[in-house]
């Protein structure tokens, strides 16, 4: 029997000078240059100890494994370009738009309100949203009341709890609730503005600049305003 790694090495060593556009032309002719091994292979093999027929289905079902493979990862990669592109197309329609984003924190702008929601995953008898600043103290306690599963929209007009204006920036926000008499934390969504988008790496999300939160994933988007 002849070896197939040898004369695969040979053609290989052969072509050491080739550029890379040859050696790609040559990885594309996989398959015919299988076919010519193992009809070289025939040739030369001893009639008086001939292939093996277990023998010659393993070789071709080895090599249309890896041609599957390589036509399999060719395929995802294309599917993943396309998609990214299609994230990019989609994050670049929301530059100038509000978004509602996962977020703990949200911008109050000036002479303007700080939006936001909160995840209410069953129905609850109170809600309360609490806004901190920077230095950490409370500025306003948001009473929502009861509220039902689904999302419970807030806005907060900007004025501590003595009725004081408060100035423009960044605030904390926090949600809780009680069951059965013990505080619950519930996640929380800002409202912010898409100033620009920035590319990312292959196969990652575009990241929106969003006015006053910084950089989040495209996928942290709950809603568009």
């Known amino acids: ?51 093996d027929n277990k023998d010659f289905m393993a070789q071709m079902a080895q090599f249309t494994s890896a041609s599957g493979i390589q036509d399999l990862n060719s395929s995802f990669k294309s599917f993943a370009q396309s998609m990214q592109k299609d994230q990019a197309l989609r994050a670049s329609s929301l530059v ?7 977020s703990d924190s949200g911008r109050l702008p000036q002479d303007g309100t700080l939006d936001g929601t909160v995840t209410v995953p069953q129905a609850v008898d109170n809600l309360t949203v609490t806004i901190v ?65 920035s590319m990312s790496g292959a196969g990652e999300s575009p990241r929106l600049n969003l006015e006053g939160l910084g950089q989040l994933s495209l996928s942290a988007v709950r809603q568009v305003k």
Do not use: C
């Open 96 to 102: 100038g738009h509000d978004v509602v984003v996962d």
């Open 133 to 197: 600043d920077a230095a950490g103290q409370t500025v306003r306690k948001l009473d929502l009341g009861g509220q039902p599963a689904g999302q419970a929209s807030f806005s907060w007009n900007g004025l501590n709890g003595d009725g004081q204006a408060m100035p423009s920036g960044t605030y904390k926000i926090a949600a809780q609730t009680s069951v059965n008499g013990s505080p619950v934390s519930l996640k929380t969504q800002a409202q912010a503005r898409v100033n620009s988008i």
């Open 1 to 51: 029997m002849v070896d197939l790694s040898g004369i695969a090495s040979g053609s290989a060593s052969s072509s050491g000078d080739s550029s890379k556009t040859t050696e790609k032309k040559r990885t594309e002719l996989g398959q015919g240059d299988f076919l010519k091994l193992m009809t070289t292979q025939l040739k030369n093999q001893d009639p008086m100890s001939p292939m």
